[in-house]
């Protein structure tokens, strides 16, 4: 590995460790065996370098909601069962890799600390966005335009948000998968029986 790799996995480890107000540069120079100078050169900040050691973490996570172990077989995209499943392994990362998701919380908490981490993780988030639809619709990311990228994707990621708070502040009492699908399910159910 260059300085680069072993500066952004030195970052990851100290986000996990410190999250991201308490790591400092020398933190990070300490954990990748790297110099001050690296960072500035290879990501221009600090919290440049967080942002990125952040996204491929999260990015790593979103990775499993296609399932732990497999694709995701259950039902059609765009099916009850497939939206089930995709949740069902959404909920497993809450608790398999609770300390990510917790850094959302410390940015989100943290953000008028952290402008430039939020900046940077703001247009990462259209990435997230653009990612979970074709798990539960089909596709590809390609193929999602800028109106379902804003509406279905922030549909998605509204619930994505409120399980995470959920699920990280109270997993005994959190929304299951299945809960959520009945949820919809009588959404829809509702919508058709009004016409709407």
């Not at 996995?9 to 400092?24: D, H, I």
């Not at 221009?44 to 979103?62: E, T």
């Not at 765009?78 to 089930?84: A, T």
Request: hydrophobic share 40%; proline share 2%; aromatic share 8%.
């Amino acid at each position: 590995m260059g300085h680069r790799e072993d500066l952004l996995e030195g970052a990851k480890r100290c986000l996990l460790e410190k999250g991201f107000a308490r790591t400092t540069a020398r933190d990070i120079v300490k954990e990748s065996g790297t110099n001050l100078a690296s960072i500035g050169y290879h990501y221009g900040s600090k919290d440049a370098l967080l942002a990125a050691a952040y996204v491929d973490l999260i990015s790593n996570v979103g990775d499993t909601f296609e399932g732990f172990g497999g694709d995701t077989e259950a039902g059609e995209p765009g099916s009850l069962e497939r939206f089930q499943e995709v949740w069902a392994n959404v909920t497993k990362s809450f608790v398999e890799a609770r300390p990510i998701w917790m850094l959302t919380f410390e940015v989100i908490t943290n953000a008028d600390r952290l402008p430039t981490v939020r900046e940077l993780l703001v247009k990462a988030s259209d990435e997230g966005r653009r990612g979970i639809i074709p798990l539960l619709m089909g596709g590809s990311e390609a193929d999602v335009d800028d109106e379902t990228l804003r509406s279905l994707g922030g549909f998605y990621q509204t619930l994505l948000n409120g399980l995470c708070v959920q699920w990280l502040f109270d997993a005994g009492s959190a929304t299951t998968a299945e809960q959520l699908t009945e949820g919809l399910r009588r959404v829809i159910d509702a919508a058709e029986k009004s016409g709407g």
